[in-house]
């Protein structure tokens, strides 16, 4: 018998009615505790551990719809990251009853650890592997990752959750993909052989091996004649760059 879980890309797509995406994302070491080697708020540990799954999701054209979190923390200190997984849900449009969590209550622990799922579903075809020959592959946002860059919550190099789930829900981008570690020349690549296709590099100033970090930019392929109209969704703040052409092989 066929199984109807099967991995694309960073996601597992399990088929069915509706089709669920499922995504996660761990943070280990980064936060307020004391045995943290980086010390940051909490507030910024849950934000971007919480953005990176919720775009995986989105960027596969799925709509979120639960955000579940594991935290090795009681509950006493766990709150203000439950908070803020509620905040960026909600963002996206995920109601607070649909976002739910495990704390640790049995024994001390002097580290943060964090642990996220975001669930999606799609009701149509997934948007990866969706690129077309001709494609205009562009990069919103800027790649930009601690320690080489400052991160913080409404960074203006940063594109928001929301913003691309409007670029997605417009119809008009064939594939999207957040940037990761690898950076933008990896995941073009990675865009373009997904849908069998290579790939034209066009002039720009963007860092192409640079860590996206917490997918502070992403990917999208759409018509060169839509280009215009997906711009007009993006903030005026949010770097804007047309990077290569997918091409036929």
Known sequence: ????????????????????????????????????????PAELVAHFAAR?????????????VALINTLCHDLADAAPFIDVFREVAANVGIPPEAV????EENVPSPATGVGVTA??????ELLTAGGRPGDLVVCAGWPRSAPHDEIFIGHPDIVPLPTVQDLVGSGLVHDA???????????????ASSAGLDLSWLTHPLPLDASGGPAS????????????????????????????????R
């Open 100 to 103: 739910t969590g495990s704390t």
């Open 177 to 191: 993909l957040p940037v990761g570690s690898r950076g933008i020349g990896y995941e073009t690549g990675q865009l």
């Open 119 to 124: 669930i999606g579903t799609v009701a149509g």
């Open 52 to 64: 990176v799954p919720l775009l995986e999701v989105l960027c596969a054209g799925a709509r979120p």
């Open 1 to 40: 018998m066929t199984s109807p879980v099967r991995p694309v890309r960073d996601l597992l797509v399990i088929d069915g009615s509706p089709r669920l995406v499922v995504a996660c994302d761990s943070v280990g070491g980064i936060g307020p505790r004391p045995a943290d080697p980086v010390r940051v």
């Open 217 to 248: 930019c992403v990917l999208i392929a759409c018509d060169p004649n839509s280009a215009t109209d997906l711009r007009g969704l993006v903030p005026g703040h949010v770097p804007w760059h047309p990077v290569a052409e997918l091409t036929a």
